[in-house]
Every structure is written in C-alpha cells, then in structure tokens.
C-alpha cells in the first residue's frame, strides 16, 4: 500500500480497545508513529509496547475524548515528542445499554452521546487545525453499519453512530479546501470486547448473525490504512461499509 508521502504521525483514539489497537498496529508497520489515546493509559500502553517490539514507535496517552482541554494537551504532547500529525482514527467508542427505547435510561444516552459523538467532534477539532497547517492529513471516523439501519435496544448506540455518519460527511466537506480527507468506516460486528458487551445484555440478539461472521479487528484496521493511505487520495466524505453484506439483507 501506498502510504502518505510525509508520513508524519498518527493519532489513534480508543488506542487500548481492539480496533484501536488492531489499526495502530498496521499503521505502525506502515510506517507511521502512533500516538494513542484511550482513557485506560494501561490500556494504551498495552498497545504501545507491542509496537515498539516490532520496531516501531509511538506514544501512549490517558485522554479523555469528552474534554478539549485534555485532548488539546494531548496534541501538544504528541508533536512535541513524535511532530505533526499526518492521520487520525477516531476510533474510541463505547456501546452503552441494551433496552427498549421507552426504558433507555436517560443518564446512558448522555453518556454514548458524549463519547461517541461529542469526542469525535472534539479530537477532529483539534486535530483538523495542526493538519491544515501541514497541508495535508487524513481522518478516518470508526462510525458502524448501526448508522445506516436501526437497531433494536441500541437507541443511544445507533443515534450515536448515525450522528457520526453526518459528522464526517460536514467535516469533509469543510475540511476540503485545507487539504484534508474525513472518511468513515462502517463495521459490521466485530470480534472483540463490544461485541460481548452487547452479547451479555441480550437473549440471541446480535448471535443471529452468527460469531463465525464476525470480522477480525485486523480485517476493519486494513482497510482504514487504506483510507488513511495516498491510495485513497481522491475519497473524501465516503462511508466504507465491512459487513460481508449484512446490510444488504
């Protein structure tokens, strides 16, 4: 895969979870520092010294994506210590409750909202700024196939990740004449924490799929490399959906 021409760093929110680590770690084999950002700094660590034994480095960070000061301080700290950020995967998310839209509890739906729509806001506001004075960079937003359909009992999840959907779409669209990319991708389930969470919540529910369905978290990190690539160069405001087709159906 062709990757950016200066490489710079690339910032990984959720940089402890399974995607988040699964795609800092192909980042880092393609080239780039990582910088991760997770709410567990063991977490992040975690992540770090796996790249950092395959030769790599990087940069682990306890933030919380809910804060602009934190996150701010988070970004000095990186370009201090690695430079300029070139990529960033927002990729920090959480599931939150498993229940009737008439029983979803108020305080939860806050909650994913703050996280999983919120934080993306605030780390893209202060990433966007240091890319644009670079010239160039590449945003990859983790949103979910839950932003293009519904989703019984998920009713902060599913607002979340369609509200993630409009984010990218008016950020690509502003951040067009800086010289960066804002894209998506859209998951189906993955094999990993969340989708236990989800799992222990419901009787059947998200197994009708079938587990064997499931994809890696390697599989979903492939391809935001490819969109935080120079492959993918002319795509901006696109939403990649790996489903193996459920939606489809």
């Known amino acids: 895969m062709e990757p950016l021409d200066d490489p710079g760093v690339a ?25 991760l950002l997770d709410s567990s700094l063991a977490g992040a660590q975690h992540t770090l010294d796996e790249i950092e034994a395959a030769g790599g480095r990087g940069i682990a960070l306890e933030a919380d994506v809910t804060r602009a000061d934190t996150l701010e301080h988070a970004f000095d700290a990186i370009e201090r210590t690695l430079g ?21 509890p108020e305080a939860v739906f806050d909650r994913v909202m703050a996280v999983n ?7 893209m506001q202060a990433a966007l700024p240091r890319m644009a004075r670079r010239g160039h960079g590449a945003i990859v937003n983790v949103a979910s196939t839950s932003a293009i359909r519904g989703r019984a009992g ?34 189906g389930p993955i094999a990993g924490r969340m989708i236990e969470s989800i799992e222990s919540q419901v009787d059947g529910g ?8 499931f994809a890696r978290p390697e599989d979903v990190a492939n391809v935001i490399a490819f ?10 405001g696109a939403a990649l959906v790996v489903d193996d087709g459920s939606t489809l159906m």
């Open 11 to 35: 910032v990984v929110t959720g940089g402890g979870g399974d995607l988040g680590r699964a795609t800092a770690l192909r980042l880092a084999r393609d080239g780039a520092a990582v910088a």
């Open 154 to 187: 998920l009713a902060g999840y599913v607002a979340s990740k369609h509200a993630v959907l409009g984010l990218t779409r008016v950020a690509a669209l502003d951040a067009a004449g800086r010289g960066v990319r804002v894209n998506a991708v859209l998951p």
């Open 84 to 104: 300029g950020v070139a990529v960033l995967v927002n990729s920090a998310g959480i599931a939150g409750a498993v229940a009737p839209i008439d029983a979803y």
């Open 227 to 236: 969109l935080a690539s120079e492959e993918a160069r002319h795509m901006n």
């Open 117 to 123: 729509v919120k934080g993306v806001l605030l780390v």
């Open 206 to 213: 998200v197994r009708r799929a079938g587990a064997a369905n």
